[in-house]
C-alpha cells in the first residue's frame, strides 16, 4: 500500500511563531486532505489539497504532485492550534475512497 | 447542516461482547467510511460503503462486519471483542463534486475493552 511520512514527529513553539509541517507520499495520489485533531479525538477538516497551493487565514497548505509531497504552513501560531496534525491520501487508481494517514505531528503551542 | 453524528460517545465492554456502532452522514452524502484509531497512531481504514454497497475493505478481520441502510446511515459491528479492539472508531461520509471528495468524520466513539 501507500506509504505516508509526516515531519517532525513533535513540535513545541513559542505562541507567534511559525511552522511548516511535511506530509511525504510514496505514489500518486487522488485526495490528499490534511486535518487537526483537537484534545476530544475530532478531526478538523483543514485542507482538501491534491495539488497546488490554498490559504484560509493563518494556515495555507501546497502540494508538489510531481514530487510527491505536501507542506502545512501555520503563521503567527496561537495556543488553540496545539494538537495532532494528520495528512492522509487517497492512492489514485484503485476504485476505493479510502484515506492513508500518516502518523501525526503533534504540536504545542506554549504562551 | 448538522455533521456527521456517532453514537454512542464512549462504550464499555468486556472481552467476548459483540459491539454495534452507529453513524448518520452529514445529509446529502451518500458514502460513509470507517476507520479504527488506536491510541498514538493514525486513524486506518476498515470499510467504506456507497450507495449500501461495500467499496473497500481495509485489514481487519472478519469479526468486523458492517452495512448501509436507505437513508445512507451505517452501523459497524464488532464480534468476540478483544482487548486490541479498545480504539476511538470514526466515521467519515463524503460527497463528490467533480472530481473533490472531501470526507468529513464525526466525533467518534470510544470503545474500552477490558
Known amino acids: 500500500g501507500i506509504q505516508v511520512e509526516q515531519s517532525p514527529p513533535d513540535l513545541i513553539l513559542q505562541e507567534g511563531a511559525n511552522s511548516t509541517l511535511r506530509c511525504n507520499f510514496s505514489?500518486?495520489?487522488?485526495?490528499l486532505q490534511w486535518f487537526h485533531q483537537n484534545p476530544w479525538g475530532q478531526l478538523i477538516n483543514l485542507f482538501y489539497?491534491?495539488?497546488g497551493t490554498k490559504q484560509n487565514g493563518r494556515l495555507s497548505a501546497t502540494t508538489v504532485a510531481t514530487e510527491r509531497y505536501s507542506l502545512l504552513y501555520i503563521s503567527s501560531s496561537q495556543t488553540t492550534d496545539s494538537g495532532v496534525y494528520f495528512c492522509?491520501?487517497?492512492?489514485?487508481?484503485?476504485?476505493?475512497?479510502?484515506?492513508?494517514f500518516g502518523s501525526g505531528t503533534r504540536l504545542q503551542v506554549q504562551p | 447542516d448538522a455533521g456527521v453524528t456517532q453514537s454512542p460517545t464512549h462504550l464499555i465492554k468486556t472481552r467476548g461482547q459483540q459491539v454495534t456502532l452507529r453513524c448518520s452522514p452529514i445529509?446529502?452524502?451518500?458514502?460513509v467510511s470507517w476507520y479504527q484509531q488506536v491510541l498514538g497512531q493514525g486513524p486506518q481504514f476498515i470499510f467504506q460503503?456507497?450507495?449500501?454497497?461495500?467499496?473497500g475493505r481495509g485489514n481487519f478481520p472478519d469479526r468486523f462486519s458492517a452495512r448501509q441502510f436507505p437513508n445512507y446511515s451505517s452501523e459497524l459491528n464488532v464480534n468476540a471483542l478483544l482487548l486490541g479492539d479498545s480504539a476511538l472508531y470514526l466515521c467519515?461520509?463524503?460527497?463528490?463534486?467533480?472530481?473533490?471528495?472531501?470526507?468529513?468524520f464525526g466525533p467518534g466513539t470510544r470503545l474500552l475493552v477490558l
Open positions: 467519515a461520509s463524503s460527497l463528490r463534486r467533480g472530481r473533490e471528495e472531501t470526507q468529513y
Open positions: 505514489d500518486s495520489v487522488n485526495n
Open positions: 489539497i491534491p495539488s
Open positions: 492522509a491520501v487517497e492512492r489514485a487508481n484503485t476504485g476505493r475512497r479510502a484515506l492513508t
Open positions: 445529509s446529502g452524502h451518500k458514502s
Open positions: 460503503y456507497y450507495e449500501k454497497e461495500e467499496r
